[in-house]
């Protein structure tokens, strides 16, 4: 594969909240040399989580934002033009906007679990007209990138080892295995919820980060489930 440079990451999730399972993605795909920057992208509500979250968004970013202070790398930047409209949040509404900025060299970057669900997107062929996309395998679990594509009626790519090449328009599909640390944000919301309960929660609980766990512990965020 050639080498491609002035690619600008999209990494697009909930974050509620960030964890260190994020940031050593983030790190590691940085260390690729792949992306001039990555945006992070807070999404306002999930159309395939119907429970939104349980914190306001504003502090959600707050976390992302105090994250991104920790990690120190100015490659990394956030974009919440998500978060400023209403509704559910729709990948394709989001690189039209942000191609304007950023012109065409827009990679999604969706780990292997949400790849899967790319079928179920709204306008998948929009999302793919508008940016690459780099699937993080980060489970063991197989995935044929080329039966994703089918299953969303997409179906001249032209695959070669890792990678398909979308040929309508110039767009590639690449794999990159990312042994994924063992945290998730469901567990750390749980746990976090368990430790209010029985202890004064003076030491960062795992899977955070110490500056991310002072605001959480500031204002008393995942008390309850």
């Known amino acids: 594969m050639e080498r491609r440079t002035s690619l600008i990451g999209i990494y697009g999730g909930t974050f509620d909240p960030i ?3 994020h940031v050593h993605l983030l790190q590691s795909l940085l260390k690729t040399s792949l992306f001039t920057k990555i945006l992070l992208v807070p999404a306002k509500q999930n159309p395939l989580k119907p429970k939104a979250s349980q914190i306001p968004d504003e502090l959600r970013l707050k976390l992302l934002k105090a994250s991104v202070k920790e990690i120190s790398d100015p490659r990394i930047e956030i974009w919440d ?6 509704g559910f949040s729709y990948m394709k509404d989001t690189l039209t906007e942000l191609s304007q900025t950023y012109g065409k060299e827009l990679v999604l970057i969706l780990g292997n679990e949400v790849f899967k669900d790319f079928p179920k997107w709204n306008e998948p062929k929009t999302v793919l007209s508008l940016a690459h996309i780099a699937v993080i395998q980060r489970t063991h679990e197989e995935l044929n990138l080329n039966e994703v594509l089918k299953s969303c009626g997409i179906l001249d790519g032209a695959p070669q080892e890792n990678e398909i090449s979308y040929l309508k328009n110039s767009r590639w599909l690449k794999t990159f295995k990312i042994g994924a640390l063992p945290y998730s944000a469901t567990e750390i919301r749980a746990n976090l919820v368990k430790a209010w309960k029985t202890n004064p929660l003076s030491e960062t ?3 955070i980060q110490r500056s991310v766990w002072l605001l959480i512990k500031e204002n008393q965020l995942y008390a309850v489930s």
């Open 19 to 21: 964890h260190l399972g």
């Open 81 to 86: 033009g998500e978060l400023k409209r209403s």
């Open 205 to 207: 609980p795992q899977g």
